[in-house]
C-alpha cells in the first residue's frame, strides 16, 4: 500500500513537472503574441504629442507611430489600450496588456519588476521658469531655502527632486496645476520631460519659458513588459534595431519633434 501510495506520487509529481515544463514554455510573450496576431499595447491616450486622439478620435502621436512600426516588424496588428498612467504598470502586471508605449523611463527600480526593450528615447529634465523672471537656475541645489519647486505628484521629477536635501518641493496632480501656480508665483520653477517643454508651455497660453537643461538627469525611455519572456525580449530589440537602422524611428521622431529624439544626447 506504501509502495503503491509512492508510486503515485512520484508519477503525479513527475506528470506535474512536466506540466508546469511545457506550460511554462509556451507561455513566453512572443508566443501568444503570435498566436494572437495582435500586440496589446498600454498607453495614456492623453499625452501628446506622444499618445492622444485627433479631431477625428484616432491615436496619435510619437509613441503611437513608434507602437505600429515595432507590431509591424513583429508581424501583428497593434491594439491600443488606453489606461490611466496611476494605474499602468500595475495593468501591464496583471496581463491587461504586452506591453507599455508611453514615455516609460527605465530606472533601476522599475527593471526589478519589469523587463525592458532597448531604449528607443532619449530625453532629459528641463525647468520651466515665468517669462519675466531674470533669474537662471542651473540646477535643482539652487532650490534649497526659501525657493519653491514644482513638481507632478509620482513622476520621475518628483523622486528627482526629493533626492536633493533641503529642496521644497511641492506636488500637484498634473501639469495644468504646476504651470498656473508658476505663472502666479506661488513657485519659483517647475521640471518636466524636455521633449514635453514647447508643447506645454504653447499650449498653457501662459507667461512662461524654457529654464535649463539639468546636468545628469538625462532620461533613456524604453518599452516594458512582464519579465521571464526571452523570446519576446530578442523580437522587440531586434525590431527596434531594425527600425532604428532602415531609418523609420529617425522619420517619426523628425515629424513629431522637428529633431532626432531617438539617439542619445550629446554631452
Known amino acids: 500500500m506504501k509502495l503503491s501510495k509512492l508510486f503515485l506520487t512520484s508519477v503525479l509529481a513527475v506528470s506535474a513537472f512536466g506540466l508546469t515544463a511545457v506550460a511554462a514554455h509556451a507561455e513566453d510573450l512572443l508566443d501568444s503574441v503570435k498566436q494572437?496576431?495582435?500586440?496589446?499595447?498600454?498607453?495614456?491616450?492623453?499625452?501628446?504629442?506622444?499618445?492622444?486622439?485627433?479631431?477625428?478620435?484616432?491615436?496619435?502621436?510619437?509613441?503611437?507611430?513608434?507602437?505600429?512600426?515595432?507590431?509591424?516588424?513583429?508581424?501583428?496588428?497593434?491594439?491600443?489600450?488606453?489606461?490611466?498612467?496611476?494605474?499602468?504598470?500595475?495593468?501591464?502586471?496583471?496581463?491587461?496588456?504586452?506591453?507599455?508605449?508611453?514615455?516609460?523611463?527605465?530606472?533601476?527600480?522599475?527593471?526589478?519588476?519589469?523587463?525592458?526593450?532597448?531604449?528607443?528615447?532619449?530625453?532629459?529634465?528641463?525647468?520651466?521658469?515665468?517669462?519675466?523672471?531674470?533669474?537662471?537656475?542651473?540646477?535643482?541645489?539652487?532650490?534649497?531655502?526659501?525657493?519653491?519647486?514644482?513638481?507632478?505628484?509620482?513622476?520621475?521629477?518628483?523622486?528627482?527632486?526629493?533626492?536633493?536635501?533641503?529642496?521644497?518641493?511641492?506636488?500637484?496632480?498634473?501639469?495644468p496645476e504646476k504651470l498656473r501656480d508658476l505663472a502666479a508665483k506661488r513657485i519659483d520653477a517647475t521640471i518636466d520631460d524636455r521633449l514635453m517643454l514647447p508643447y506645454i508651455i504653447k499650449t498653457s497660453q501662459l507667461p512662461l519659458r524654457p529654464g535649463a537643461v539639468l546636468k545628469g538627469a538625462n532620461q533613456d525611455m524604453g518599452i516594458p513588459f512582464r519579465k521571464g519572456n526571452p523570446k519576446f525580449e530578442k523580437a522587440l530589440n531586434d525590431a527596434l534595431t531594425s527600425l532604428k537602422q532602415d531609418g523609420t524611428l529617425k522619420k517619426i521622431s523628425e515629424h513629431w519633434f522637428g529633431t532626432a529624439v531617438t539617439v542619445p544626447i550629446a554631452q
Not at 528627482?160 to 511641492?170: E, L, Q, T
Open 36 to 175: 494572437a496576431g495582435v500586440l496589446k499595447i498600454g498607453l495614456e491616450g492623453t499625452y501628446p504629442p506622444f499618445d492622444s486622439r485627433d479631431t477625428k478620435g484616432e491615436l496619435v502621436g510619437f509613441d503611437v507611430d513608434v507602437a505600429k512600426a515595432v507590431a509591424a516588424k513583429l508581424g501583428v496588428k497593434p491594439e491600443f489600450i488606453p489606461t490611466e498612467w496611476s494605474g499602468i504598470i500595475a495593468a501591464l502586471q496583471a496581463g491587461k496588456f504586452d506591453v507599455i508605449v508611453n514615455q516609460v523611463t527605465i530606472t533601476p527600480q522599475r527593471q526589478q519588476a519589469l523587463d525592458f526593450s532597448q531604449p528607443y528615447t532619449y530625453s532629459a529634465a528641463q525647468l520651466i521658469q515665468r517669462a519675466d523672471d531674470t533669474r537662471e537656475f542651473k540646477s535643482l541645489d539652487e532650490f534649497k531655502g526659501d525657493k519653491k519647486l514644482g513638481v507632478t505628484l509620482g513622476t520621475n521629477y518628483d523622486q528627482m527632486a526629493r533626492a536633493v536635501p533641503g529642496i521644497n518641493v511641492m506636488t500637484y496632480p498634473g501639469a
